[in-house]
């Protein structure tokens, strides 16, 4: 191997240490939804201010994030780079690999719920046709800084005061944050618990954007 080859390599391995964490994996999903402060960040991945300060400053470092000045405070947004794609083959060699992930997956799959799930390119020939309702219930914030064409928010925690804004009659497709984020298998339960047609997006916002698929904001 080449001086080149092993530099090369050795810039690989220093991109997968800042990545074997975590909490810092953990800040990526979250900063996949939209911008957020290090407060906000903190808050969502359950760790102090300095330590995810810490944890976003090594992502950084690696151009897995960027920044930006808002008045006094600094938001954070992925980077450039292909980071969600690299997230989502992550995830899926994991889901390969490791057994426990493997049977989480399968749990869910198992359940009910799992059945009402919809693919992408379903959904996307629904969307065309036109007759589905898209609902987004992740927190607004979220929404705000992106979202599906045309979709409504109603976070999970406020769904059973604000049944009459959604359609009785038209099927409604749920989604939240990825296929690990529980709040969409919450809202099919419920709303099918009220008689709504509806089913579960089986992936995510991230992996929406990930594919290149339009996306709206209400920033």
């Known amino acids: 191997m080449s001086d080149l080859q092993l530099h090369i390599f050795e810039e690989f391995a220093e991109l997968a240490r800042t ?9 990526l999903e979250h900063i996949a939804q939209g911008e957020r402060s290090v407060e906000r960040l903190a808050e ?6 300095a330590n995810a300060s810490q944890h976003l400053q090594q992502l950084r470092r690696a151009g897995f994030v960027e920044t930006r000045r808002e008045g006094k405070r600094v938001l954070y947004r992925l980077g450039t780079g ?11 060699h994991a889901e390969y690999n490791r057994a426990q992930i493997r049977d989480l997956v399968a749990d ?4 009910p719920d799992r059945l009402e799930a919809i ?28 979202h599906l064409p045309g979709a409504i928010n109603i976070p999970i925690e406020e769904l059973e005061r604000r049944f ?10 749920a989604y939240c ?20 047609s509806v089913r579960r997006l089986d992936s995510g916002f991230p992996d929406w954007k990930a594919a290149g698929l339009a996306v709206e904001s209400a920033a």
């Open 19 to 27: 990545l074997a964490s975590a909490q810092r994996l953990l800040l």
């Open 44 to 49: 969502l991945s359950g760790l102090s201010v």
């Open 82 to 92: 292909p980071v969600l794609g690299l997230l989502s083959a992550l995830r899926q």
């Open 108 to 111: 869910r799959r198992d359940q």
């Open 119 to 146: 693919s992408r390119e379903e959904l996307l020939l629904r969307m065309r046709e036109g007759g589905v309702t898209l609902l987004d219930v992740r927190p607004q914030d979220e929404f705000t800084s992106g």
């Open 164 to 173: 009459a804004e959604l359609p009785a009659q038209t099927e409604i497709v």
């Open 177 to 196: 944050r990825g296929p690990y984020c529980a709040l969409s298998f919450d809202a099919v339960t419920v709303l099918q618990g009220k008689g709504f």
